[in-house]
């Protein structure tokens, strides 16, 4: 199968790798791209499946691995992944991404660090507002859905993890690091599609 003319190559993982030669058994991660991942069915028997979407692959990975299991990047594999933009609804999927960030960051983020990447989400929201052309209804919705779902996290969902599980889970990489990359990609295949 030929890819469009217009396709990108995602390079979302956050660390050096040498594509030449990769290591046998891959590089150590803390999360996937949903469309190009294999999960073995235990997982999903130990751990429940994924929530709705947004972020749903960065809240499987953490869950994964606070519950003994490892994921593993092989930079060597790469899938073909058709997504139609005329197919999705950018206001409803701006709203949900961003929703289901501050949800992540809420549950597993210690407070202070929660709160300035909250802010982060926030700025690339704005950004990502303007870019992806959003209705401003959406950007009304928002301002008391963004709210909601940080009150919501913090009663029903929170985990206090210990310094070494945040570890586990972020591989010491900051939210910020990995959103900076997100955008980065975003404006980059905006720019491709023109």
Known sequence: I???KD?????WFPFPINRENPPDDGYISNTFCGPGSAIRRRVFDKIGGFWQFGMEEID???RCILAGFNIRYFPQIRILHYSSNSERDKTTRWLYINKQFLRYI?????????IY???WVLFTAVVE?????VKISGLLHAL??????????LRDERIKLSKSEYKKITLGISIAKSQRI???????HSFKRK
Request: net charge positive.
């Open 144 to 153: 008391f859905l963004f709210p909601e779902t940080v009150i919501r996290t």
């Open 7 to 11: 396709y990108i190559i995602n390079e």
């Open 182 to 188: 997100y955008i980065k990609n975003r404006i980059l």
């Open 117 to 119: 990447y909250s802010m």
């Open 129 to 133: 507002f303007f870019g992806m052309k």
């Open 60 to 62: 499987f990975s953490s």
């Open 2 to 4: 030929m890819p469009k």
């Open 106 to 114: 809420w549950k597993y983020t210690p407070n202070f660090k929660a």
